[in-house]
Every structure is written in structure tokens, then in C-alpha cells.
């Protein structure tokens, strides 16, 4: 079985910053792509960034140049540093990777529950 657990999060003024960080583990043979999505209050869920093996990285548009994504392969761990967060940053985060477990081939993507980001004005 694997697991994602995510940790950070809460309550920020518009204008500060927040780091989630999140956590793999269980029956994990290798990560590929690392990566964070975000659910706002009756919106779908979008996508935020990513990360490879490599390192290599990919934003969203909206949150470019405010957020940076980073990850720690031998950790499996990957981390998202949240900078000049305004209100519509406002939503339950997500992170993700695409897994190749030990119990089947293939690589699937796993989830982590969710933590809340909210940013007030």
C-alpha cells in the first residue's frame, strides 16, 4: 500500500508565505512525477506544479514566480514553498506522484488527503 501524507498549510495574511510539505511511503518501488493540485471552494481541482525525477519543474500560470516546487528523491518528499499568497490562492491542497508500487506494474498516481491553505485579505 502506499500513502501520501501532506503536512503544512493553515491560516496566512495576503502577502505571506506558507510551505506544505508531503510524504511518501509503504510499498513504493520508484517515483516518477511529484506534484501539487488545489480545490477552491466550488471550483474543480487544478493543477499547480511538478516535478521529475530530474528535477526538472512546470507551473501553472497563476502561480508562477510565486511558488517554488522541490523535491527529495532519497526522502521521497517533495515540498511546495508558497510565496506573495493572495486570496485566490485559497483552497485545500493536494500532492500527487506517479508511483510504481511493489505489489503491481505500472505506475499509477497516488494522492495525499488534502491540507487546507487559506489566505485572508
Known amino acids: 500500500q502506499v500513502q501520501l501524507v501532506e503536512s503544512g498549510g493553515g491560516l496566512v495574511q495576503s502577502g505571506g508565505s506558507l510551505r506544505l510539505d508531503c510524504t511518501a511511503s509503504g510499498s513504493i518501488f520508484s517515483i516518477d512525477a511529484m506534484g501539487w493540485h488545489r480545490q477552491a471552494p466550488g471550483k474543480q481541482r487544478e493543477y499547480v506544479t511538478s516535478?521529475?525525477?530530474?528535477?526538472?519543474?512546470n507551473y501553472a500560470d497563476s502561480v508562477k514566480g510565486r511558488f517554488t516546487v522541490s523535491r527529495d528523491n532519497a526522502k521521497n518528499t517533495v515540498t511546495l514553498q508558497m510565496n506573495s499568497l493572495n486570496p485566490a490562492d485559497t483552497a485545500v491542497y493536494y500532492c500527487?506522484?506517479?508511483?510504481?508500487?511493489?505489489?503491481?506494474?505500472?505506475?499509477?498516481?497516488?494522492w495525499g488527503q488534502g491540507t487546507q491553505v487559506t489566505v485572508s485579505s
Open positions: 516535478i521529475t525525477t530530474a528535477g526538472t519543474t
Open positions: 500527487y506522484g506517479q508511483i510504481i508500487s511493489t505489489t503491481k506494474p505500472g505506475a499509477y498516481p497516488y
